[in-house]
């Protein structure tokens, strides 16, 4: 069994960057596709982007294309976000989990990290 733990989140000015960690434990990462989801206060955990086992294929939700950029490591067993441009409407906390890439979005299998703070000032 695999545990997730995220790392990365902090408070950064609208504009700037962030790069999320998500490091796994148990199980090799190679087997799994992965995904990222937010919850901003008092809002539904959406979907962010995913990456397929190797990294060959890649989905992102419309909202994120173009500023956000999954990655991964296999080697280091790490899942990277990479958060560019980013808006106060960004703050949320920001989850990895365990699924599969459906159409243009991702289905998580229910494994889920204890999120990270990302809070985006104005």
């Known amino acids: 069994q695999v545990q997730l733990g995220e790392s990365g989140g902090g408070l950064v000015q609208a504009g700037g960057s962030l790069r999320l960690s998500c490091a796994t434990s148990?199980?090799?990462?190679?087997?799994?596709?992965m995904g990222w989801f937010r919850q901003a206060p008092g809002k539904e955990r959406e979907f962010v982007a995913a990456i397929s086992w190797s990294a060959s294929r890649t989905v992102y939700a419309d909202s994120f294309k173009g500023r956000f950029i999954i990655s991964r490591d296999n080697a280091k067993k790490t899942v990277y976000l990479q958060m560019n441009s980013l808006k106060p409407e960004d703050t949320a906390v920001y989850y990895c989990?365990?699924?599969?890439?459906?159409?243009?979005?991702?289905?998580?299998?229910?494994?889920w990290g204890q999120g990270t703070q990302v809070t985006v000032s104005s």
């Open positions: 148990g199980d090799s990462l190679s087997d799994y596709t």
């Open positions: 989990t365990i699924g599969r890439i459906a159409g243009l979005s991702f289905e998580s299998r229910g494994t």
